[in-house]
């Protein structure tokens, strides 16, 4: 089983418009509500894929009533602990004419110590049944910076192998706790790193603790740093469409990769094909699994062999 963690769950809130531009009004074409937050995205995708994770985290008040009711619905298992704060809302405003996201993150509600201390007891206690946990998205005021380093060690202690998709502090305490798996983009290995350069940025996080780094260089695919070898995978073709679940269905991929004990090339190949399938669905969360399957084939992945005597070896 796959445990998922979300500690700022979120009702995201979605708005399709023609074009985006500042100072002016906008028509608001299309609009999705439903239950967010990476953790959430990602138990999301794995249920379309036929996996049956499990979604836990922290939810409160009215909005996280609302929450857990949808996804209940959409047939995504939960066993969320309640707080007494009211989760936040997330706001994303997709422009039709170029694809661009512009997200709106609230902060979220503020957790108690009383209550973190019962949420980290709850989370042990899910262990028991998992292979794979995915510990995913920013944390909500209250909760301590370390607070992933003591869910890593938590489920090394379980035997359990670790996903975390995290940024700032939150990511760089956690290192130190040795993640099975980082998965930064750009932005924030930049921001963790300092370094512009991709590689090098993930060859200084692997070197922090990491596993495995692989990290999203966006429409252009993932560079990895793993066990196995350091490759680079690419989608065949670029897609027009919502960007802003792509991260999510990548580290899907990756932790069904992990639970199935796949080889890396083989997990790169679903984490690109898969991250791709999200773009042309308007809301994050979901996978167009048409495409999953048009693009896997074509998925190229290629062993990064710089430091190597010999060339590079495609995996395709």
């Known amino acids: 089983m796959i445990l998922t963690v979300t500690l700022n769950t979120a009702l995201d809130v979605t708005w399709g418009v023609e074009s985006l531009r500042p100072r002016t009004s906008h028509r608001v074409d299309t ?46 298992r939960e066993a969320f602990l309640d707080i007494a704060g009211d989760s936040r ?3 994303a405003v ?20 009383a209550e973190w201390e019962l949420f980290r007891r709850h989370y042990a206690s899910l262990l028991t049944d998992a292979r794979v946990v995915v510990l995913s998205g920013s944390l909500p005021p ?6 992933y380093a003591g869910l890593i060690r938590t489920a090394a202690a379980a035997g359990v192998a670790t996903v975390l998709d995290a940024s700032g502090p939150a990511l760089v305490e956690a290192l130190a706790a040795r993640p099975d798996v980082i998965k930064p983009n750009a932005d924030e290995i930049t921001a963790a790193t300092g370094h512009d350069d991709l590689p090098a940025a993930a060859a200084a996080l692997r070197a922090l603790g990491a596993g495995a780094v692989v990290a999203s260089a966006g429409a252009d695919g993932l560079y990895a740093i793993t066990p196995e070898g ?28 992990l639970a199935a004990g796949c080889p890396w090339p083989e997990i790169l190949r ?40 010999s060339p590079p070896k495609s995996a395709r």
């Open 31 to 76: 609009a999705y509500e439903r239950a967010g937050g990476k953790g959430v995205n990602v138990a999301r995708v794995l249920t379309s894929l036929g996996q049956l994770p499990l979604a836990t985290g922290l939810v409160g008040g009215p909005t996280g009533r609302l929450i857990r009711a949808e996804l209940r619905a959409a047939g995504v």
């Open 89 to 91: 809302r997330t706001l």
């Open 94 to 113: 997709v422009s039709r004419d170029d694809g661009d996201a512009t997200v709106f993150n609230g902060r979220g509600p503020h957790v108690d110590p």
């Open 142 to 147: 209250g909760v301590p910076a370390d607070a």
């Open 230 to 257: 350091t490759w680079r995978a690419a989608p065949p073709e670029r897609l027009a469409g919502n960007p802003t679940g792509a991260g999510d269905a990548c580290v899907a991929a990756i932790a069904a990769g």
């Open 270 to 309: 679903q984490a690109v094909a898969l991250s791709a399938a999200a773009v042309p669905c308007p809301v994050a969360g979901d996978v167009d699994t048409a495409v999953h399957r048009r693009l896997l084939p074509r998925v190229t992945v290629v062993e990064d062999s710089a430091d190597c005597a």
